[in-house]
């Protein structure tokens, strides 16, 4: 089964648009973490925001963590065409006893220039 | 610096033929990972290796075997294909157990 669900599962914006992308899962994490996926390629790693951090920045994403309600949003910000992708969530859950990243369904972002 | 590095990129299979997949990392990674990928269900976890000369499995494991080779490769072993095995899979590494992990480019496998 899968830990993290994103939604939406699609989504399509303008260049220049922010997305917003949402993550929940189901037993608690040691870590969340984000990646990105172009068509056809390897996932890249974005970002990894620990269970005690609420918000952290990179460029520009943004990742909020609410431990309490078990979700994660992602925000790209001032999106541009070459944003076009699929990002995914993963969780490190705590309790599976089992040293590995579980990942969600993902969400396939389109920004149209 | 290569990272990740897979081999087939591209595989076709005939139901019930066998195939091995490579997967080498050269940043000196402890654990490594086999995903697959399908279709609308994410990544799921097939086999994994959180350090040299252990190997543990994951939530889709049937139908596979694994062998962490030495610290750089980890190997993905199909005895008797399936169509349900038809996939792209990934292999990953990390040097902390479930910290950033780097990913290879996937190989594509189909079985007919």
């Known amino acids: 089964s899968q830990q993290g669900e994103e939604d939406p599962q699609a989504l399509s914006i303008q260049e220049g648009e922010n997305a917003t992308m949402n993550c929940s899962y189901k037993?608690?994490?040691?870590?969340l973490q984000w990646y990105r996926q172009n068509s056809g390629r390897g996932l890249v790693h974005l970002i990894l925001?620990?269970?005690?951090?609420r918000e952290k920045h990179s460029g520009r994403l943004r990742v909020t963590l609410d431990t309490s309600k078990k979700s994660s949003s992602l925000l790209i910000t001032a999106s541009r065409a070459a944003d076009t992708a699929s990002y995914f969530c993963a969780t490190d859950p705590i309790d599976t006893g089992r040293r590995a990243l579980t990942f969600g369904s993902g969400t396939r972002l389109q920004v149209q220039p | 610096n290569a990272g990740v590095t897979q081999t087939p990129k591209f595989q076709v299979l005939k139901t019930g033929q066998s195939m091995t997949l490579q997967c080498a990392q050269d940043m000196n990674h402890n654990s490594m990972y086999w995903y697959r990928q399908d279709p609308g269900m994410g990544l799921r976890l097939i086999y994994y290796?959180?350090?040299?000369?252990?190997?543990d499995k994951g939530e889709v494991p049937n139908g596979y075997n694994v062998s962490r080779l030495n610290k750089r490769e980890f190997s993905l072993r199909l005895e008797s294909a399936a169509p349900s095995q038809t996939s792209v899979y990934f292999c990953?590494?990390?040097?902390?157990?479930?910290?950033?992990?780097?990913f290879g480019e996937g190989s594509r496998l189909t079985v007919l």
């Open positions: 990953a590494s990390t040097g902390l157990h479930t910290g950033e992990l780097f």
């Open positions: 037993t608690s994490i040691n870590n």
């Open positions: 290796s959180a350090s040299e000369g252990t190997t």
């Open positions: 925001i620990r269970s005690n951090e």
